[in-house]
């Protein structure tokens, strides 16, 4: 798009230029002058490669336009730059850009990486005047000089990771700019005033830059954009946007967060946004507070190849926010007077009023609300009239909704829900059929109602004042009024909930259960205080213990009752206890053992390990007393692991 291959002329057919490129794309795909390639690590990641013979066949045919240099090369200035048409840098050690780059006057794109120059002298570009595309991505520059607007034809300019703290306010010069990238700029703490001047940007990447407070007025006249990752409110007294000014950015794809909410005055003004008619966006973010952190869960995270093992626990913990296990010296006592955001009832309303005219388009598939202050959630949530509103919805998430006691009354009835993540809701103690908002009246004639028919992935995290979760006591009191809860559920997320003191028995049968992630849960219990009926097991094949797990941290088979039948996998972090969990050797079928930066566990146990004629994997890493006693042939716990056919410490296969 840059380098003007994607004419406006053909683009008129699409519905932008950014459509059109993704058609050609495709097209060089299906005809494998690309590759797909699909990793697997830290999340699943889609990388698009050539094969080698069309790489070299292409590099034969524009041997004199594109050049690849590294600088530690003795002959790179005997290159004939003058006809250089693309140009990828290597300055390896370097810090500064050199001077014979200058003979390059007819370059069109230039890519430099694995340099660190805080900044780049003025004279570049008054040399490299032709330049449509400019990434400088991972270059430590601290300063792009006031010259950048002689670039007239830049079309793409991409400072992602590096240390900028400002952009000139010759940037909104360039007239022509398509795309800016800022993804990653961790000091940008200012944008320049005037952005509104740049009418052909499409595309303003601002992920992760964490010091941005604000973005200028005037954005909302750039209704080209297709992709604006972040719009963060401040206020007309600082030169800053107010919602109102996404009103007119009506062609927004993709994901976009909107972040400080808080600072709307009322529901007309949050309506300006006109949210309902922004309907190619498939992502929307709602931060009430500054706060701009990733999602505890990432459903990219959770899929992935059978037989990963490492990686597919791996991806999830990179997913998961870690503030949530350091969140309990924070949490509110029980009975502690209860402080909002913002101060009394009117603020409350206020922000309840916002969120209600926020109402987004029905096309939305994942929607995170952080910080609400708010008491209810909006009836295009809550009513059964705007059902249609969520029915393409696959990822929720409500965080930090501390004054919130129930989930709405829809959400169990959600056609496409995969993902809910729920966590912050201080004032909930006891979650069952009301927290869940079930509503028998709803129910469909005949068998058994649904309750979240299609959700796989559930989180709980930090609710600091919850004690029991138990939807089975409404059975007691409704009868002959049964419901089908979770039934497709893959993967538990229990996270920070000091309080819980039991495993919810209506997952105890769920069959569909392959993970179950236990982090910092000291009070929980294996089964309640009152006997059940009938002994609970899971048919989970992944358990993941980190911190204090309760009972499950303990003893594995509770009165010698085999709990986990299937349990393939049990990985353990940062275990406060000096001992692994008992019963191990009861885990028939378990195949890998992961054990991870538990400093105080002093040894294998006796007779444990020896029985597991399925186990084919140890890992021991940061565990310095199994470290010493697992040493091969020497240890005094290698009798206890020496028939295990692949044993790892601290990332070294020693058997």
């Not at 966590?423 to 979240?452: C, H, L, P, Q, Y």
């Not at 819980?500 to 236990?518: D, K, N, V």
């Not at 980190?546 to 299937?566: C, E, I, Q, R, T």
Request: glycine share 8%; with cysteine; net charge neutral.
């Amino acid at each position: 798009m840059a380098q003007g291959f994607l004419s406006n002329h053909l683009a008129a057919r699409y519905d932008d230029l950014i459509a059109l490129g993704e058609e050609y794309f495709n097209h060089l795909v299906m005809r494998s002058f690309f590759q797909k390639e699909v990793i697997y690590k830290m999340g699943t990641r889609v990388y698009y490669q050539m094969h080698d013979l069309v790489h070299e066949f292409g590099k034969s045919l524009v041997e004199n336009e594109c050049f690849t240099l590294t600088i530690k090369d003795t002959n790179a200035q005997d290159f004939d730059l003058n006809r250089a048409r693309h140009l990828s840098l290597s300055l390896e050690e370097k810090n500064t850009i050199p001077s014979f780059l200058h003979k390059a006057k007819n370059l069109r794109s230039l890519k430099i990486y694995k340099g660190q120059i805080p900044k780049i002298s003025s004279e570049l570009f008054s040399h490299l005047m032709c330049l449509r595309a400019l990434d400088l991505e991972g270059t430590y520059l601290e300063e792009l000089p006031n010259e950048i607007e002689k670039l007239i034809h830049l079309r793409y300019l991409s400072l992602s990771k590096t240390r900028v703290k400002e952009l000139p306010k010759t940037v909104t010069r360039l007239y022509n700019l398509q795309n800016l990238v800022l993804c990653g700029c961790k000091n940008l703490y200012k944008l320049p005033e005037g952005i509104g001047r740049l009418v052909n940007l499409i595309e303003l990447d601002l992920h992760e830059c964490r010091q941005l407070s604000y973005i200028p007025e005037g954005i909302g006249r750039l209704s080209g954009l297709r992709g604006l990752s972040d719009f963060i409110i401040d206020g007309v007294e600082r030169g800053g946007c107010m919602i109102g000014e996404l009103k007119e950015l009506n062609l927004l794809k993709g994901s976009l967060r909107i972040i400080g909410l808080g600072r709307v005055e009322n529901g007309n003004e949050a309506q300006l946004a006109c949210l309902k008619n922004k309907q190619h966006l498939r992502a929307l973010y709602f931060y009430f507070n500054q706060y701009t952190g990733l999602s505890r869960v990432d459903e990219e995270a959770i899929e992935g190849p059978e037989g990963e093992g490492e990686g597919k626990e791996e991806a999830i913990v990179s997913r998961v926010d870690q503030s949530v296990v350091n969140e309990e010296e924070e949490g509110k006592t029980e009975g502690e007077e209860e402080v909002v955001d913002g101060g009394d009832m009117l603020s409350r309303r206020r922000m309840e009023d916002v969120l209600e005219s926020l109402q987004p388009h029905q096309n939305l598939e994942k929607l995170i609300i952080r910080d609400y202050p708010g008491a209810v959630f909006p009836n295009w949530m809550c009513s059964h009239e705007n059902f249609t509103i969520s029915s393409n919805l696959v990822f929720l998430e409500l965080h930090g909704c501390m004054k919130c006691k129930q989930l709405p009354p829809t959400l169990g009835k959600l056609p496409s829900l995969e993902t809910l993540v729920i966590g912050g809701m201080d004032n909930v103690k006891f979650m069952g059929v009301e927290f869940f908002g079930i509503d028998f009246a709803t129910r469909s004639d005949g068998g058994f109602d649904t309750i979240f028919p299609k959700l796989k992935v559930f989180q709980l995290a930090s609710m600091h004042n919850l004690k029991d979760w138990d939807i089975r006591l409404v059975q007691n009191f409704q009868e002959g009024k049964e419901f089908i809860f979770m039934p497709c559920l893959q993967y538990l997320f229990l996270l920070n909930l000091p309080k819980l003191r039991s495993f919810p028995q209506h997952l105890t049968q769920a069959t569909s259960l392959r993970r179950l992630f236990i982090w910092n849960c000291p009070k929980l219990s294996w089964m309640p205080s009152s006997q059940p009926s009938h002994l609970p097991f899971l048919h989970v094949e992944e358990l993941i213990l980190k911190m204090d797990a309760g009972s499950f941290s303990k003893s594995l088979v509770p009165n010698n009752h085999m709990f986990l039948p299937n349990l393939e996998l049990l990985r353990i972090r940062l275990s406060p206890f000096s001992s692994l969990p008992e019963g191990l050797g009861q885990l028939t079928s378990l195949q890998i053992l992961d054990i991870r930066t538990c400093y105080k566990i002093k040894s294998i146990p006796e007779g444990e390990l020896q029985h597991l004629t399925a186990l084919q994997q140890l890992n021991i890493m940061r565990c310095p007393a199994l470290r010493r006693r697992c040493q091969k042939e020497m240890g005094e716990d290698w009798s206890k692991i020496s028939h295990i056919p692949n044993i790892f410490i601290d990332g070294k296969k020693i058997k």
